[in-house]
């Protein structure tokens, strides 16, 4: 699948969602998840890192992210996937 992609839509998940499918940290932040289209591809749904809320826009240039997500018993760090914007000056959080 194509690395980049540009914001369909997006909201904010202002609350812990339920255990399981959910396997983040316990310590809950509000996070922006988005949904990005994939030129010839998909629309793939994922967190949204390295912006603030309000600086989100549909339409916004994304690529795809490697971030942590948790740990797992032994101390390891699980990874997953998100996108981030694609344009230098985004705003971060």
């Known amino acids: 699948m194509p690395r980049n992609g ?3 839509s997006w ?4 609350y812990r969602p ?5 396997a983040g940290p316990e310590a809950f932040e509000p996070f922006a998840i988005g949904y990005v289209e994939l030129p010839d ?3 793939v ?8 809320f ?3 826009t549909i339409g916004m240039p994304m690529q795809t992210v490697l971030q ?3 740990s ?3 101390g390891n760090t699980i990874m997953t996937f998100a996108f981030a914007p694609r344009d230098a000056e985004a705003v971060h959080e």
Request: avoid cysteine; proline fraction near 12%.
């Open 11 to 14: 909201t904010v998940q202002r």
């Open 68 to 70: 942590p997500l948790n």
């Open 6 to 8: 540009t914001l369909w």
């Open 54 to 56: 309000d600086a989100i």
């Open 72 to 74: 797992d018993a032994h």
């Open 41 to 43: 591809a998909v629309i």
């Open 45 to 52: 749904e994922a967190p949204l890192t390295g912006v603030a």
């Open 18 to 22: 339920k255990s399981p499918p959910y």
